[in-house]
């Protein structure tokens, strides 16, 4: 027995040292900042002595790619696999959504042990089971969808003082959204004295426009763009502004970078804490006046579009000096890497990623010879339910990098060391290169096309969240993302594309504006005061009717006494279903969709 009970101690002491002894982990991604966004970098205007210093101690990955635009980067972070493997494709219209068999980073990470926290832009999924409560994070501080004041996000929120979902509920909070984010990050990582180590990711939503910031942080921008009056000269007073309240976005970041790492030494937690800070896209200003030497800008396949900092700083890591690592990486490299440093089980089967510890840890001299295909779901076309990544995913939508060469949209082949502004087209003089990476190309798509058009489904009625909230986001293949389109009343209408997790009978109230606008259907919304002026008042439509098809159900009804919803109900079988409404005028004409819908379980 009491062999048996020294046995047990001895068990447990050893678990505990190998607990305090793993490294925690705080993964910072900013929105839309690109590689140029640095003063390290070269950028005459703006000032980051934060990041530059964070740099400086880091290994810094300086051939860094990413996807164009966000939700696919973010989507390849948590999973290491291809956006077109993982689902989520695209910023909206239904295609965010992170195929839900997946583990996820914050999975793994919280299997072996480690408390998981989100603070900021989740965007790959506002609805069970895509929510970041579902996908492993035990703490979780978020917006949904891509930007605050996306159509779901709670409705007028400006940045400033704005109501976000914490664990499950909407709860107001006092400051600039980033400073919250960092914050609130900061107080949670302190909150639990000698616990399990923790998992802490910050996905801020800055720089992404709206371009709202503090005052204070403008006028060193304004100051230092007058002594660079010929970077800037081109732009109009309009586009100007916006670049000073883009950069000052930039520098509140980095004060944000400086605060925390103050806290973690305060805290003695700086030196056994891997710090990772990179972008999700390239710059979407960068062109407008400074690019680090590189053509292209958000949403394109030039290196402007997708190449990005990656800085990875563990000063208890024995990863040898502070310096730059040249090989091709990519964000889907980060969790295989991230996983081998924590030593966490890693349990996602044919990673698209690879582990960059050996080459991190100078076991190697450089990485595997490899081709990388950098592609992501377009917008679909203005009035047209088809979405452009199913015509052109392959053959002028994709870039492949190897090595020094960028093969682009099938056509255009860059050679990076003589060219690296992407100016002169080589395909003629190198066809055995182009061969060689359009055969990858080929393959790639060829592992994915059986399954990449198939839609990921919410699920309506199960416990984990009923009612639920369905708003446009989510119609397929359909673009209506932004509060400022509901405010215009977009002429647009798609599906839903649900399951429907048991049987019973369900409720449909379908709105034009959302729950606490304090709207009614056929009202217009009052002008909004923000911080660079004001939103322009909702436009009234003539709505006097909604009609409804689900399952066998096709109903028409008018508005509730109170002229703010119509509701519906039916009874639904278990299993997968598309819902399609419309808002229509007296005389039984469309209008549009309905831009939320609130769904609930009524009785099984």
């Known amino acids: 027995m009491r062999l048996s009970f020294v046995i047990c101690v001895l068990l447990l002491s050893i678990n505990s040292i190998n607990a305090a002894s793993r490294p925690n982990v705080i993964l910072i991604m900013s929105d839309d900042q690109g590689y140029g966004e640095l003063s390290c970098h070269g950028n005459p205007i703006l000032k980051t002595p934060h990041l530059d210093q964070l740099a400086t101690e880091s290994i810094r990955l300086t051939d860094f790619h990413v996807a164009p635009m966000c939700t696919p980067t973010r989507g390849q972070l948590m999973t290491g696999l291809d956006a077109f493997r993982n689902g989520a494709m695209n910023v909206s219209s239904g295609r965010t959504l992170l195929r839900p068999e997946l583990k996820t980073m914050a999975d793994l990470f919280q299997s072996a042990g480690y408390r998981t926290g989100i603070f900021g832009k989740w965007h790959l999924g506002d609805n069970y089971p895509f929510r970041p409560e579902d996908r492993g994070f035990q703490e979780t501080l978020w917006f949904p969808s891509s930007h605050i004041g996306a159509v779901p996000d709670f409705w007028n929120n400006d940045y400033f003082e704005d109501t976000y979902t914490h664990n499950g509920r909407r709860e107001k909070y006092q400051g600039y959204c980033t400073d919250v984010f960092f914050r609130e990050m900061t107080r949670w990582i302190n909150s639990q004295e000698n616990a399990d180590p923790f998992f802490a990711y910050l996905p801020l939503n800055a720089p992404h426009g709206p371009h709202y910031v503090p005052d204070p942080f403008r006028k060193p921008i304004e100051a230092a763009m007058k002594q660079n009056e010929s970077l800037v000269a081109h732009l109009s007073p309009a586009k100007r502004k916006s670049l000073v309240s883009y950069l000052a976005m930039c520098a509140n970041i980095d004060q944000n970078i400086g605060e ?17 800070f990179l972008t999700d896209n390239g710059s979407t200003m960068g062109p407008d006046y400074f690019n680090a030497g590189m053509r292209g800008k958000k949403v394109t396949l ?7 900092p990656c800085f990875i700083r563990w000063p208890a890591g024995k990863l040898g000096p502070p310096r730059e690592l040249n090989d091709l990486t990519h964000v889907q490299d980060l969790l295989p890497t991230l996983t081998e440093l924590c030593g966490v089980p890693q349990s996602i089967p044919d990673l698209d990623g690879i582990s960059l510890v050996p080459r991190i840890k100078g076991k ?3 990485l ?16 047209n339910k088809k979405s452009m990544y199913l015509s052109q995913p392959r ?12 093969w682009l949209e099938n056509r255009e082949l860059y050679d ?3 060219d690296p502004l992407q100016q002169k087209n080589v395909a003629a003089e190198y066809p055995e290169v182009v061969g060689k990476m359009q055969a990858h190309l080929d393959q790639w798509w060829n592992e994915l096309e059986p399954t990449v058009a198939v839609p990921q489904r919410v699920i309506i ?8 909230m369905l708003t446009a986001c989510e119609w397929l293949d359909v673009f209506v993302d932004q509060q400022g389109q509901v405010r215009r009343g977009v002429r647009r209408n798609g599906t839903w594309h649900l399951i429907v997790d048991r049987p019973g009978s369900y409720q449909f109230e379908l709105r034009r504006w959302p729950r606490g606008s304090g709207l009614r259907l056929a009202e217009g919304a009052p002008a909004l005061k923000v911080t660079d002026g004001q939103l322009a008042e909702g436009v009234a439509l003539p709505v006097a009717k909604a009609k409804i098809e689900i399952g066998s159900l096709t109903a028409t009804a008018e508005p509730e006494s109170g002229g703010d919803s119509i509701t519906f109900s039916a009874a639904l079988e278990k299993g997968p279903v598309e819902l399609t409404t419309w808002l229509l005028d007296e005389q039984g004409k469309e209008i549009c969709g309905a831009y939320y819908v609130y769904v609930k379980r009524q009785s099984e």
């Open 416 to 418: 990076l060391t003589t």
């Open 302 to 308: 030039w290196e402007g579009g997708h190449r990005v």
């Open 368 to 383: 595997p010879d490899r081709m990388l295909v950098v592609d992501y779901s377009r917008m679909p076309f203005p009035g």
């Open 364 to 366: 190697v001299q450089s």
């Open 395 to 406: 053959k002028e939508g994709a870039a492949v990098l190897w090595k020094r060469w960028r």
């Open 260 to 276: 925390l790492d103050r806290a973690l030494r305060k805290s003695r937690l700086l030196d056994n804490t891997i710090l990772i």
């Open 461 to 468: 009625g199960h416990p984990a969240e009923n009612p639920t």
